[in-house]
């Protein structure tokens, strides 16, 4: 099968198109035929930090972790999927597990569910990592009916499904965004924009929660900005990160009685733990979609698989609206 294999660590030019075996279904696997996969942030991590980080692959190295695609073999022991089921998934490119840059992969069958029937292959691609992100966030801080939700980055790839979702489970749904193009986007999606550039978070919690704070803060940027998540929480208020790798003084999250939830989804892959959630989680996603309530939002570009070092330098450039995809 061909294959966009990685033979050294570094920059999006290190990929090359290369003819490898396609790889042979297993016990509580399928074979996927790949038709479309989306670029995250973490993708281009590995490929530029190889080693450096201890979820990368050894060389040579197929990556990528998203696809939507068909079922061309089912393994033993494996229930819920005939050949022909169209999937979507988060199950590849890191550690032993080969990546979704390639015409075929085996996927494990916890980690993939029936793509949404009212989302192209391109659309279900780019859903996967950033959907399931988000789900696990919302629902471990506890989202619900009626809330105050801030969404840090809700242009973003996690943040806009994550606004998305908490309008869906009945929040009032409030974004961070620094752009004329990021703002519309956000109020698009259904949640009150908000320019981090122009206002202060004493600003818009005063303006939006009258000075109490927001019951739920999702931080899609994290970093240092989970400061500003701390500040505009209400008291007793949930925070859900998804870059929680920062030195922080914890004084405002102890007097405010806060709970911070860390959401690092690739576990499951890693570490073969509770893999059986992404599925369920998927199953969950694709029924909101379904529902017309979650929608994907696409950049404004095309890239073939061989191309996709120019999709990961569209990625790393920060000029892309929405996830980047490429077809396989």
């Excluded at 099968?1 to 399928?30: D, Q, Y």
């Excluded at 069958?109 to 990592?129: D, G, Q, T, V, Y």
Aim: charged share 20%; hydrophobic share 45%; proline share 3%.
């Amino acid at each position: 099968m061909k294959a966009m294999v990685v033979r050294e660590f570094g920059g999006p030019e290190n990929f090359e198109l290369a003819e490898i075996p396609t790889p042979e279904v297993k016990s509580g696997h399928v074979l996927v035929r790949i038709a479309a996969t989306s670029v995250n942030t973490v993708d281009t991590m590995i490929r530029q930090m190889g080693k450096e980080l201890p979820i990368s692959p050894d060389l040579p190295a197929v990556l990528g972790m998203d696809f939507a695609g068909v079922v061309e073999e089912v393994g033993e022991n494996v229930a819920g999927f005939a050949v022909g089921d169209e999937v979507y998934g988060c199950a590849g490119g890191l550690c032993d597990l080969q990546g979704t840059l390639a015409e075929y992969m085996v996927a494990d069958a916890r980690l993939i569910a029936r793509k949404p029937n009212n989302l192209s292959m391109r659309e279900a691609a780019a859903l996967p990592l950033v959907g399931i992100t988000a789900y696990e966030g919302l629902k471990r801080a506890g989202v619900a009916k009626g809330q105050q939700v801030l969404v840090h980055g809700g242009s973003g790839g996690v943040g806009h499904v994550a606004l998305q979702l908490a309008r869906h489970f009945g929040a009032d749904v409030y974004s961070t965004g620094g752009g004329e193009a990021q703002l519309k986007l956000i109020e698009s999606l259904g949640a009150k924009p908000i320019n981090y550039k122009t206002e202060t978070v004493a600003d818009y919690v005063a303006e939006h929660t009258s000075g109490a704070g927001f019951d739920l803060v999702f931080d899609s940027v994290g970093g240092a900005n989970m400061a500003n998540s701390f500040e505009a929480a209400a008291l007793n208020g949930q925070i859900a990160s998804t870059v929680s790798m920062v030195e922080l003084d914890l004084s405002v999250a102890h007097f405010k009685g806060l709970s911070l939830h860390v959401v690092f989804m690739l576990i499951p892959m890693i570490h073969d733990h509770g893999r059986e959630e992404h599925g369920r989680i998927l199953n969950a996603l694709a029924k909101i979609a379904e529902a017309g309530e979650l929608k994907p939002v696409l950049d404004d570009t095309n890239y073939s698989l061989a191309e996709i070092g120019k999709a990961h330098a569209r990625l790393e450039s920060g000029q892309a609206m929405g996830k980047v995809v490429v077809e396989v």
